[in-house]
């Protein structure tokens, strides 16, 4: 069993639940509230932001370069690529630049990218790769998932969204991620095993809590 497999092991009743919160089932459907979307984009564009310094101090914890230039490939991925999809719902949106900049960061959001970028300041490459692959192997699931409903592929609205993270290009980085991180961790202590295993079930934790913030618009004041 790979260590990516053992990983999804103590996660996957979380990961089940994701499709039966309401924000990811009502997109899926279609029929999630165009508030509740927009204060999501609002907040995973800041969120994706936090994200790519995560992946940023890959670079600065590698000493190989080949794994260097992945983590590269990451940050830009993520600024240049699956950003793309949120500043084109911005513009639909109406959400400025401005807006995004001046909005306060949601209490879940806030203490999901600190815990991410506490895990990296403090751990090697793997403890950073294990920290970001919550995040990415789940939209993979979800967006693989959604492509399956019928008509969500080609909804007017939410289909350019399921389109992005079901795509061949996104389940790509996800899968580089997946092979270091097997990598990485073929030979680890079971001590070692055993505390970031703990490390990616805390982010599916806050995966979870991320959809049921952005569902009910709550900031955590």
């Not at 909804?155 to 061949?168: C, D, K, L, T």
Request: aromatic share 14%; net charge negative.
């Amino acid at each position: 069993m790979k260590f990516t497999d053992r990983l999804y092991e103590g996660v996957k009743d979380i990961w089940n639940g994701y499709l039966e919160q309401p924000f990811v089932k009502e997109l899926g459907e279609g029929t999630l509230r165009e508030e509740s979307f927009r204060f999501y984009m609002v907040q995973d564009y800041r969120y994706l932001l936090q994200y790519s310094k995560v992946f940023a101090m890959g670079i600065v914890k590698a000493e190989d370069e080949a794994v260097m230039r992945h983590f590269a490939c990451m940050v830009h991925d993520t600024l240049d690529g699956e950003m793309d999809v949120h500043k084109s719902y911005m513009k639909r949106l109406g959400i400025t630049d401005e807006e995004v900049a001046t909005t306060k960061t949601a209490l879940a959001n806030q203490s999901y990218t600190s815990y991410m970028l506490d895990i990296a300041h403090k751990g090697d490459v793997l403890d950073v790769l294990v920290a970001v692959l919550s995040c990415a192997w789940s939209y993979q699931m979800i967006g693989e998932h959604h492509s399956k409903i019928p008509g969500a592929i080609d909804h007017p609205f939410y289909g350019e969204w399921v389109r992005g993270y079901a795509s061949e290009g996104f389940a790509k980085g996800v899968r580089e991620i997946m092979e270091l991180v097997n990598e990485l961790g073929a030979d680890i202590s079971i001590k070692r095993e055993a505390y970031l295993l703990e490390v990616f079930l805390n982010c599916c934790r806050y995966e979870r809590d991320f959809w049921e913030m952005a569902y009910h618009m709550d900031m955590g004041d």
